[in-house]
């Protein structure tokens, strides 16, 4: 079954600080895709970044990066210069074969 | 402004109740999927489905059936609910286009089997 794996089950971090949170995956299709989405504690899930497989660029929106590494099966969201309101929890997802597949999420807070 | 609209936010129901929780979609999407959101889980598939009339099992489909009879509408079913199965539930589709990026997600419904 498909897995995705977030270690991280929560962090701190001081404003202004970037920010990586970690994501594996498992699949060993050569096609699928990769999204990031961020669930404050009024509970919609708002969509943050995508990566193709087939991307040779890693997929940036804004203060989002997204660091794909494909080899080691990771693609990991970093988020610059850090701001109160990015304090949520985060999922990583993997959609393969229109089946879409998240984490266990990370629960990221930002220090004033 | 694409919408994915689920039917309560919140629901209390009784153990042994048969339970329904709609969602439907405007966006003509192909796919749609059933999560349901426990602390410290994360979101897991319950069941998805890929067309009219067609579903797959997720991860976790014991205790739950479905039900697609039109592309913009999918039903989750609680044939006798359980207390374990309360939880926030959530809905969201895709479009079904190869690279085509996002899930649309509904509001979610918190249900609690008492």
């Known amino acids: 079954a498909q897995k995705i794996t977030q270690t991280q089950p929560g962090m701190f971090v001081q404003e202004k600080e970037a920010v990586t949170l970690d994501c594996t995956y498992d699949t060993s299709d050569q096609s699928y895709g990769l999204f990031w989405y961020k669930q404050p504690s009024s509970g919609e899930m708002i969509f943050l970044i995508y990566?193709?497989?087939?991307?040779?660029q890693n997929a940036t929106e804004g203060r989002y990066s997204l660091n794909f590494q494909k080899a080691r099966k990771s693609a990991n969201l970093v988020i610059s210069a850090s701001q109160l309101g990015d304090s949520a929890m985060y999922f990583c997802a993997e959609n393969r074969d229109d089946k879409i597949i998240f984490g266990k999420g990370t629960r990221l807070h930002i220090l004033p | 402004d694409v919408k994915v609209t689920q039917s309560s936010r919140y629901l209390v129901k009784r153990t042994g109740e048969k339970v329904f929780l709609e969602c439907v979609q405007d966006m003509d999407h192909e796919n749609m999927f059933w999560y349901r959101q426990d602390p410290g889980l994360g979101l897991r598939l319950i069941y998805f489905?890929?067309?009219?009339?067609?579903?797959e099992k997720g991860d976790i489909p014991e205790g739950y059936s479905v039900s697609r009879e039109k592309k913009e509408r999918f039903s989750l079913i609680l044939e006798s609910a359980s207390t374990n199965q309360t939880s926030m539930y959530l809905c969201a589709s895709t479009p079904g286009v190869t690279g085509v990026t996002e899930a649309f997600f509904g509001q979610g419904t918190r249900l609690t089997v008492v």
């Open positions: 990566q193709g497989s087939y991307d040779e």
């Open positions: 489905s890929y067309d009219v009339k067609m579903k």
